[in-house]
Nanobody, 115 residues
Framework: QLQLVESGGGLVQPGGSLSLSCAAS????????IRWYRQTPGEQREYVAI???????YYIDSVKGRFTISRDNAKNTAYLQMNDLKPEDTAVYSC?????????WGQGTQVTVSS
């Protein structure tokens, strides 16, 4: 079993930055591809970024150049650095760990971008 706990969300002004963490326990994240998703009320959950087991990264177009996903397997933690935040980035951000056998979700952390 893998437990995921996100942290680092909060309220930030447009143009600001936040760094989200996804801390894992119970098993090693090195065996999983890690994704960050976000969801706003009434909307479907949206995939934001992925980092593979080999540390390849992919992003949706709307966050390219602003967000950076990373992982530190030694710390059993994944990260999402978010820069130049926009009001449309406001959402609950959740991390997801997936491999051929299992899938796990964290509980999410709220990110609010507002002046």
């Amino acid at each position: 079993q893998l437990q995921l706990v996100e942290s680092g969300g909060g309220l930030v002004q447009p143009g600001g930055s936040l760094s989200l963490s996804c801390a894992a326990s119970g098993s090693s994240i090195s065996e999983y591809n890690i994704r960050w998703y976000r969801q706003t009320p009434g909307e479907q959950r949206e995939y934001v970024a992925i980092i593979t087991k080999a540390s390849r990264t992919y992003y949706i177009d709307s966050v390219k150049g602003r967000f950076t996903i990373s992982r530190d397997n030694a710390k059993n933690t994944a990260y999402l650095q978010m820069n130049d935040l926009k009001p449309e980035d406001t959402a609950v951000y959740s991390c997801n760990a997936l491999n051929s056998y299992n899938e796990y979700w964290g509980q999410g952390t709220q990110v609010t971008v507002s002046s």
